[in-house]
């Protein structure tokens, strides 16, 4: 069959099937097998004129292709046409993922591969399994070039500030919900959760995502069997997820330590830590223990110290109260053990310690509010761990958290601040594009964003904006040229950005200020 006579499915598959070739997801052996595989997905029936070998070799010896986001396009937008698949976001992904599936090794091929190359290197392993998780298209990364990213200078060094376009906000207190239902038992769905090992190969339903391109590479941390697999969101380079065989809650240990320790000596050039592991203070998930990581330095491993401290016993490790919004105790030594050791001591002694004059109480009616969010890296030959004290204790005045964004600065970021932002990287919701784009036209046209239902809730902090530059308030904005109306998306930036230093401030469980300081150095004398 000449290319010309190809219908849409022939062709499209015709393509896939070469970019698969094309990117060494599978063999010349693989092409028939691939296409058949395709065909089946797609609910077509080619005639015989068809020949898939035939047609990739041709396929490939075009001087241009489409891209793979163009081709996984045109096919799915023919199966919506014949009424295969239904026109929606959900359908049209487990879709496109089951045909990505046709092109994906086999789990047991990819681990053979992962740990072949790190013979090689732990770097040339990492290197092969980010790549292969981008060219599958686990990784969809012309979804993820549309993120909005800049950087912002504070007090505490440079922030960086996302607004995630691929993954929506969740509540504080649906995250809280999920853990309360795993907790009570009944029913669960297959897979339990995003994170289990079973979704390997998951062809995924209208409220869960087709897995069939995930891979995870086995672990053995602390005696345990744990994976390694890429997040599909991609907070930033090489943003990896390191998850339990087993579906339990999280929980911060002197185990996680260990963990996340080993984690770091077997990919030194990873940074890994650990979301909280209580309501409001922890990540979006807190029912499958796992962990995060990647080749990133985030602007908390920048951080200097704000002041030396010490442990009694533990002189050949080296502490600090880290110079960052936030409430961290840094440990860096060369034996990890010693490490691990100090770190539980600190654990034990904040699960326990309460402090009234600063808010802080580690429990209430039996319910305990003190954990940690740690962190582990490598120094040169080194290991460093940061220790950030949490506490998700509600009050009236504070009903989603004392230490947790403030009630006027959820028009920004309401969500947990988990373990990526507590690093100093912003994860804003995806709602805040279309919001600040809509709050620049009110300003630019002179107009009261309060009067403006899109962007009401913006409208204190729009003033306090206007405020500070006051070339956009109502009576200059008309007088503004091309490049000074241009000017405004730099300056709702930086604004956001400083929100964000302002929102990990408010996390603090000891304040930034003379009292707050004092409250920590008093903490840190109590470890025993």
Not at 197 to 226: S, V
């Amino acid at each position: 069959m000449e290319e010309s006579q190809m219908g849409a499915v022939e062709r499209g598959v015709t393509d896939l099937a070469a970019y698969a070739l094309d990117c060494g997801l599978i063999a010349e052996e693989d092409v028939t097998y691939a296409a058949n595989l395709m065909l089946d997905a797609l609910a077509w029936e080619p005639t015989g004129a068809f020949v898939p070998r035939d047609a990739v070799r041709a396929a490939r010896a075009r001087a241009s292709r489409p891209a793979l986001e163009d081709i996984l396009a045109g096919l799915l937008d023919d199966a919506v046409e014949r009424g295969v698949i239904d026109s929606g976001v959900a359908s049209r992904d487990l879709m496109d993922t089951r045909l990505m599936g046709c092109v994906t090794a086999r789990p047991s091929e990819v681990t053979a591969e992962f740990w072949r190359r790190y013979g090689e290197s732990p770097e040339a392993a990492t290197d092969w399994f980010y790549q292969f998780a981008q060219d599958t298209d686990y990784i969809r990364s012309y979804r993820i070039a549309r993120d909005r990213k800049w950087v912002t200078s504070t007090r505490y060094g440079d922030l960086d500030i996302t607004i995630n376009l691929s993954k929506p906000e969740k509540d504080p207190k649906a995250i809280a919900a999920a853990l309360e239902k795993q907790k009570a038992g009944g029913a669960e769905p297959y897979p339990r959760c995003q994170l289990c090992p079973e979704n390997l190969g998951y062809a995924g339903r209208l409220d869960h995502p087709a897995r069939e391109t995930i891979r995870i590479i086995p672990l053995t941390l602390a005696g345990e069997r744990w994976y390694l697999q890429y997040s599909p969101y991609v907070y930033y380079n090489e943003h990896c997820i390191v998850l339990s065989e087993q579906h339990v809650p999280m929980k911060i240990s002197r185990a996680t330590f260990q963990r996340l320790l080993e984690f770091v000596g077997m990919f030194p050039h990873y940074t890994a830590g650990s979301n909280a592991d209580l309501p409001i203070v922890g990540g979006s998930i807190l029912t499958h223990e796992h962990y995060q990581g990647g080749r990133y330095e985030f602007a908390m491993a920048r951080a200097g110290a704000r002041r030396e401290v010490s442990f009694a016993g533990f002189e050949d490790v080296r502490a600090c109260v880290v110079d960052w919004p936030m409430s961290v105790i840094r440990l860096d030594a060369a034996d990890p053990e010693r490490l691990v050791e100090l770190a539980d001591r600190v654990l034990s002694a904040w699960r326990g310690y309460s402090d009234e004059t600063v808010g802080v109480l580690a429990e209430t009616d039996g319910t305990p509010h003190n954990t940690i969010t740690p962190i582990a890296r490598r120094r040169g030959e080194g290991y460093e761990l940061d220790l950030v004290l949490r506490n998700n204790r509600t009050t009236d005045e504070f009903p989603l958290g004392i230490f947790h964004p403030h009630q006027e600065k959820h028009h920004i970021k309401k969500e947990n601040i988990g373990l990526i932002e507590v690093m100093g990287l912003a994860v804003l919701p995806a709602r805040l594009l279309g919001e600040m784009d809509r709050l620049k036209e009110v300003i630019l046209a002179g107009e009261d964003p309060a009067a403006v239902p899109e962007v009401a809730s913006h409208a204190a902090w729009a003033s306090e904006v206007l405020g500070r530059h006051p070339e956009f308030a109502p009576e200059n904005v008309h007088d503004l040229d091309d490049a000074g109306r241009a000017a405004l998306d730099g300056v709702i930036e930086e604004e956001i950005g400083q929100v964000f230093a302002q929102i990990l401030e408010d996390c603090a469980v000891f304040a930034d200020n003379e009292a707050g300081q004092a409250a920590l150095a008093r903490f840190v004398a109590s470890v025993r």
